[in-house]
């Protein structure tokens, strides 16, 4: 076998979400999330579930560790709670949310873990979205004054802060298409949305820049996919463009220019209202960050819509395409098509893949393991195009696998398991699947055996 061995420094990891494994969601003092709402409103989540329990991370995180280090890892990202730290989005924090992540950081330290922190993946304070939410633009300064709380108080090291997870899924998923909290259908309301959340980035990146921390690296983290079209005929190439503005440049253009895509802001201008931005914006969002963080799981493939204003087209599933049970094509070939483009169109100062994984229907076997051949397949190859793309001289830095757990995965509820490791839900037991053999393989010899 060929071995594909990556730099000495690259590190390796897994990612979750505070939402989706912590459960406890009144514990010591926490306040109510947008996701406690949505999740408790009829007819939002599969089967009527919630993230009450999910994978009770809150209470077992020393048995989750300690599986972390039995598989090797060398980072964990995670995600803070907001409304554990600030119960009503502001004004006075609640000790005992922050302790809680002082001990996480803390143990993780322990056992040589690097800890990676999220500050926002999805989990407003509810307090916040009773005064307008992401929609308000104060809701940028809260987050600023939230950031700066934990940059002061988190005071063990850190080796990476994300400011913002996937920005586009908070802002359209949750504001124009409702299918996530806080659950509106208001397009122009996602587009301020977008721009607050941007705003907020930019005020975090700021304050991480005056607090003082060192040797720290600070970045933002975006869902991004490349966009192709269905054929070779211009109108499925403009249309792809347009699709590819709404979901890619849309982010990246103002973090690294300061500015919004012109042809987007020309076509949503016609149809809905935009977001107000004063002067100072630009500058604001497009504080310098220390790296991207880059969420890919698949491809997007469009046909023309009704207009050239249609800025989604028709979505194209490839007939011979495989998928997972999320729906989504199996196309590694994309991670690096995306990590080259990123590299010499934005020249972010260095890339992390931060999410990358696959949810298949996986099973308990007659001898207690999970066999998901599947998902080692997907991980390698995908893998497989990261080192691609680092020979090419991309400045990635590491590889965040999604997900370490099974867990709450949003509208989807416990239906879909992304997890290196099984979570049988009526007992939260935790099952290595083969995966995680695999991974923990992976990272012993440092790369793969192709």
Request: glycine fraction near 8%; aromatic fraction near 14%.
């Amino acid at each position: 076998m060929a071995k594909l061995i990556f730099p000495d420094h690259f590190t390796w990891g897994a990612a979750t979400s505070s939402y989706q494994i912590e459960g406890a969601p009144a514990a010591d003092g926490k306040g109510e999330s947008i996701w406690d709402r949505f999740t408790h409103t009829p007819g939002n989540i599969w089967n009527g579930e919630n993230g009450d329990l999910a994978c009770n991370h809150y209470h077992l995180y020393p048995d989750d560790v300690q599986l972390m280090a039995d598989l090797g890892l060398q980072s964990y990202r995670f995600s803070i709670s907001w409304p554990r730290i600030f119960p009503a989005g502001g004004g006075k924090p609640n000790q005992k949310g922050m302790d809680f992540y002082r001990r996480l950081v803390d143990l993780l330290l322990q056992h040589g873990i690097k800890p990676a922190v999220t500050l926002y993946h999805w989990d407003l304070p509810q307090a916040l979205q009773d005064n307008g939410g992401w929609a308000n633009r104060d809701t940028a300064r809260y987050f600023e004054h939230y950031a700066a709380y934990v940059f002061e108080n988190l005071d063990l090291p850190v080796d990476l802060w994300v400011t913002l997870n996937e920005p586009w899924v908070s802002a359209f998923l949750g504001h124009a298409l409702g299918v996530h909290a806080p659950g509106e259908n208001d397009f122009s309301k996602a587009l301020r949305v977008s721009h607050h959340l941007l705003l907020a980035h930019g005020l975090a990146v700021r304050s991480f820049r005056e607090s003082g921390r060192k040797n720290e690296p600070i970045g933002i983290t975006l869902n991004l996919a490349p966009v192709h079209p269905a054929s070779d005929s211009d109108a499925d190439k403009n249309q792809a463009r347009r699709a590819d503005g709404f979901m890619n440049r849309w982010f990246l253009d103002p973090v690294f220019t300061g500015t919004y895509p012109r042809d987007m802001v020309e076509i949503f201008s016609r149809s809905f209202e935009m977001p107000v931005i004063i002067e100072e914006d630009g500058a604001i969002i497009s504080s310098p960050v220390d790296f991207l963080g880059v969420n890919n799981y698949t491809r997007i493939v469009v046909r023309a819509g009704s207009s050239d204003d249609d800025f989604m087209g028709s979505p194209v599933n490839p007939p011979d395409a495989e998928y997972t049970e999320m729906g989504w094509e199996i196309y590694p070939q994309g991670i690096y098509e995306l990590l080259i483009r990123l590299h010499n169109e934005y020249q972010p100062p260095k890339l992390y893949i931060t999410e990358n994984g696959a949810a298949f229907a996986d099973e308990v076997n007659e001898f207690g393991e999970i066999n998901d051949s599947q998902r080692i397949d997907y991980l390698q190859a995908y893998i497989r195009e990261a080192w691609n793309a680092l020979q090419e001289g991309v400045p990635l830095e590491g590889y965040y696998a999604w997900s370490l757990l099974d867990n709450f995965e949003w509208s989807f509820g416990y239906s879909r398991r992304f997890g290196l490791v099984y979570v049988d839900f009526s007992t939260l037991q935790r099952i290595p699947k083969n995966s995680a053999y695999w991974y923990r393989d992976l990272i012993s010899r440092n790369g793969l055996e192709v």
